[in-house]
């Protein structure tokens, strides 16, 4: 899967796509993720990528040249399965949606400031609109991370243990059953015994019964769907 990112910011991308699991990722050839500092497409010499709001009012607007020439240079090398922008208003991101969005080749996720992006880049480059929740963010570059973290750790090959995404929370609509490991007692706090039994069978029997207990008790809304 490649990756391109488009930010006016692109520092603050650095530390998360360099370390750790998403790093392992592009080591190996799994996911390739490419940044693009919008500035480098602003045609003034200041580099400037955004403008005062037409019609007055608080905040700046980033314009839709610099973004226009930058979508059409990474399209006229490649198609593109989705032109993403992370916006607040946009679907909300779930795991049914970082599923689907993982089997795809090539996905373009654009990170906004200011007051976000002039209302012609969504209705002419954007095929798909993201928010990773109900709150506001300063920049679309940390909802940016969180897609490519949720996307990388699902593809084929990323995770050390190749099924353990799929057992994650969310995953069928249920959260993640407790963990635990050593010691087996922690001043008096036990490990339950089934987990210490051995007995396959009955240690996954505890398993779904403590995901289907937890869902109850902390995101009963998740088993009505
Ligand atoms: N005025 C915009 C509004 O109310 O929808 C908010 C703009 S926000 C300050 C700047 C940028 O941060 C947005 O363009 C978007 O890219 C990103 N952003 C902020 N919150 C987000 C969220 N919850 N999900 C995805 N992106 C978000």
Redesign the pocket.
């Known amino acids: 899967m490649r990756i391109d990112i488009i930010s006016c910011v692109p520092r603050l991308l650095e530390g998360p796509l360099s370390h750790s699991i998403l790093k392992r990722a592009q080591d190996k050839g799994l996911l390739e993720v490419h940044v693009h500092d919008l500035r480098d497409y602003a045609e003034n010499k200041h580099r400037h990528i955004d403008d005062y709001p037409f019609g007055g009012g608080p905040?700046m607007v980033?314009m839709v040249e610099p973004i226009a020439r930058c979508i059409r240079a990474l399209q006229a090398e490649r198609s593109y399965d989705e032109v993403i922008?992370?916006?607040?208003?946009?679907e909300t991101?779930r795991q049914p949606l970082a599923n689907q969005l993982s089997l795809l080749n090539n996905l373009i996720l654009?990170?906004?400031?200011?007051?976000?992006?002039d209302q012609r880049v969504r209705d002419l480059f954007i095929t798909r609109e993201?928010?990773?929740?109900?709150?506001?963010?300063?920049?679309?570059e940390?909802?940016a991370l969180v897609l490519v973290d949720a996307l990388g750790r699902l593809i084929p090959g990323v995770l050390g243990d190749e099924g353990s995404a799929l057992l994650d929370a969310f995953q069928d609509n249920l959260l993640d059953a407790p963990v635990y490991t050593r010691p087996a007692d922690f001043e008096g706090h036990t490990v339950p015994d089934v987990l210490l039994s051995g007995h396959q069978r009955n240690i996954e029997d505890w398993r779904d019964q403590s995901a289907l207990d937890k869902t109850r008790r902390l995101r009963p809304d998740l088993l009505q769907e």
């Open positions: 905040g980033m922008y992370l916006s607040p208003d946009g991101f654009l990170a906004g400031h200011y007051k976000g992006v993201i928010s990773i929740g109900d709150y506001v963010l300063s920049g679309g940390l909802p």
